[in-house]
Protein backbone atom coordinates (compact mmCIF):
# COMPACT_ATOMS: atom_id res chain seq x y z
CA UNK A 1 0.00 0.00 0.00
CA UNK A 2 2.75 2.10 0.91
CA UNK A 3 4.76 1.36 -2.40
CA UNK A 4 1.32 2.53 -4.13
CA UNK A 5 0.92 6.09 -2.39
CA UNK A 6 4.54 7.04 -2.98
CA UNK A 7 3.80 5.85 -7.04
CA UNK A 8 1.07 7.59 -6.94
CA UNK A 9 3.27 10.56 -5.68
CA UNK A 10 6.19 10.21 -7.70
CA UNK A 11 3.78 10.11 -11.03
CA UNK A 12 1.86 13.09 -9.81
CA UNK A 13 4.99 15.28 -9.83
CA UNK A 14 6.32 13.71 -12.84
CA UNK A 15 3.26 14.91 -14.69
CA UNK A 16 2.83 18.40 -12.78
CA UNK A 17 6.70 19.05 -13.93
CA UNK A 18 5.76 17.80 -17.52
CA UNK A 19 2.70 20.15 -18.12
CA UNK A 20 4.24 23.63 -16.63
CA UNK A 21 7.29 22.85 -18.35
CA UNK A 22 5.00 23.53 -21.15
CA UNK A 23 3.64 26.58 -20.24
CA UNK A 24 3.78 30.04 -22.17
CA UNK A 25 7.15 30.39 -22.03
CA UNK A 26 8.61 31.67 -24.70
CA UNK A 27 11.05 34.52 -24.86
CA UNK A 28 12.71 36.23 -27.82
CA UNK A 29 16.02 37.85 -26.54
CA UNK A 30 18.18 40.73 -28.18
CA UNK A 31 15.16 43.20 -29.26
CA UNK A 32 16.08 46.38 -30.42
CA UNK A 33 13.24 49.11 -29.57
CA UNK A 34 15.38 51.61 -31.05
CA UNK A 35 13.63 54.20 -33.58
CA UNK A 36 15.83 55.29 -35.94
CA UNK A 37 14.92 58.88 -36.07
CA UNK A 38 13.16 61.35 -33.66
CA UNK A 39 9.83 62.32 -33.53
CA UNK A 40 8.49 65.89 -33.45
CA UNK A 41 4.83 66.06 -32.21
CA UNK A 42 2.46 69.04 -32.03
CA UNK A 43 0.48 68.51 -28.96
CA UNK A 44 -2.73 69.26 -29.66
CA UNK A 45 -4.86 72.07 -27.00
CA UNK A 46 -5.05 69.38 -24.35
CA UNK A 47 -1.36 69.34 -24.52
CA UNK A 48 -1.23 65.59 -26.04
CA UNK A 49 0.87 64.36 -27.98
CA UNK A 50 0.21 62.11 -30.59
CA UNK A 51 2.89 60.19 -32.62
CA UNK A 52 0.56 57.87 -35.22
CA UNK A 53 3.89 56.26 -37.06
CA UNK A 54 4.97 54.63 -33.38
CA UNK A 55 1.60 54.68 -32.24
CA UNK A 56 1.80 56.60 -28.75
CA UNK A 57 -0.27 58.98 -27.38
CA UNK A 58 0.31 60.65 -23.87
CA UNK A 59 -0.33 64.21 -22.20
CA UNK A 60 3.09 66.35 -22.27
CA UNK A 61 1.04 68.36 -19.22
CA UNK A 62 2.98 67.41 -16.65
CA UNK A 63 6.53 67.57 -18.49
CA UNK A 64 5.48 70.93 -19.19
CA UNK A 65 4.83 71.90 -15.57
CA UNK A 66 8.00 70.39 -14.34
CA UNK A 67 9.78 72.78 -16.68
CA UNK A 68 7.65 75.48 -15.43
CA UNK A 69 6.54 76.49 -18.79
CA UNK A 70 2.83 76.87 -20.71
CA UNK A 71 3.00 75.10 -23.44
CA UNK A 72 5.80 73.31 -26.50
CA UNK A 73 5.16 73.88 -30.05
CA UNK A 74 6.66 70.96 -30.90
CA UNK A 75 8.10 67.66 -28.34
CA UNK A 76 10.99 65.75 -29.29
CA UNK A 77 10.38 62.15 -28.42
CA UNK A 78 12.77 58.81 -29.45
CA UNK A 79 13.05 55.60 -28.01
CA UNK A 80 16.27 54.01 -27.86
CA UNK A 81 17.57 50.13 -28.01
CA UNK A 82 15.93 49.34 -24.33
CA UNK A 83 12.76 50.65 -24.98
CA UNK A 84 13.22 53.48 -23.41
CA UNK A 85 11.62 56.69 -24.41
CA UNK A 86 13.41 60.62 -23.91
CA UNK A 87 11.60 63.63 -24.44
CA UNK A 88 12.63 67.22 -24.79
CA UNK A 89 11.64 70.48 -26.51
CA UNK A 90 13.12 73.61 -27.39
CA UNK A 91 13.25 76.31 -24.01
CA UNK A 92 13.40 72.67 -21.86
CA UNK A 93 16.44 73.00 -19.28
CA UNK A 94 16.25 68.74 -19.62
CA UNK A 95 15.06 65.56 -21.41
CA UNK A 96 12.83 63.10 -19.79
CA UNK A 97 14.01 59.40 -19.88
CA UNK A 98 10.35 57.63 -19.46
CA UNK A 99 10.32 53.32 -19.16
CA UNK A 100 7.21 51.81 -20.36
CA UNK A 101 4.63 50.42 -18.34
CA UNK A 102 0.97 49.42 -18.91
CA UNK A 103 -0.60 52.38 -20.32
CA UNK A 104 1.68 54.80 -18.68
CA UNK A 105 4.85 56.20 -19.00
CA UNK A 106 7.09 55.96 -15.58
CA UNK A 107 9.51 58.79 -15.20
CA UNK A 108 12.97 57.27 -14.82
CA UNK A 109 15.43 60.26 -14.97
CA UNK A 110 15.44 63.45 -15.26
CA UNK A 111 18.73 64.90 -17.45
CA UNK A 112 19.53 68.28 -16.75
CA UNK A 113 21.19 69.73 -20.14
CA UNK A 114 21.23 73.32 -19.97
CA UNK A 115 20.46 75.80 -16.81
CA UNK A 116 19.33 78.47 -19.85
CA UNK A 117 17.05 75.97 -21.71
CA UNK A 118 17.69 74.26 -25.38
CA UNK A 119 17.08 76.78 -27.99
CA UNK A 120 16.59 73.80 -31.31
CA UNK A 121 16.60 70.93 -29.98
CA UNK A 122 17.26 67.45 -31.85
CA UNK A 123 17.77 63.78 -30.95
CA UNK A 124 19.27 61.19 -32.47
CA UNK A 125 19.67 57.71 -32.38
CA UNK A 126 23.47 56.36 -31.54
CA UNK A 127 23.85 52.64 -30.74
CA UNK A 128 23.90 52.82 -26.99
CA UNK A 129 22.89 56.32 -26.27
CA UNK A 130 20.91 59.23 -27.35
CA UNK A 131 22.58 62.08 -28.96
CA UNK A 132 21.19 65.50 -28.11
CA UNK A 133 21.74 68.56 -30.43
CA UNK A 134 21.09 71.54 -29.68
CA UNK A 135 21.09 73.43 -33.42
CA UNK A 136 20.98 76.85 -31.70
CA UNK A 137 24.17 76.73 -29.81
CA UNK A 138 26.39 74.01 -31.78
CA UNK A 139 26.10 72.07 -28.25
CA UNK A 140 26.10 68.12 -28.48
CA UNK A 141 25.18 66.06 -25.61
CA UNK A 142 25.63 62.16 -25.27
CA UNK A 143 22.44 60.62 -23.09
CA UNK A 144 21.65 57.13 -21.96
CA UNK A 145 18.51 55.90 -19.93
CA UNK A 146 21.08 56.34 -17.09
CA UNK A 147 21.96 60.40 -17.60
CA UNK A 148 24.56 62.22 -19.41
CA UNK A 149 27.06 60.22 -20.54
Do not use: W
Request: proline fraction near 4%; glycine fraction near 6%.
Amino acid sequence: MAKSKLLTLFISVALMISVSACGPSLVISNVDYAQPIESVISPDADNIATDERYAISFSVAPILEEENVDSADQIRLIRNNKGYYFVTAAGFSNVYVFEPAESELKLKRKIEITENGLGQPALNQRGDHIEVVDRATGNTYQVNEEGRI
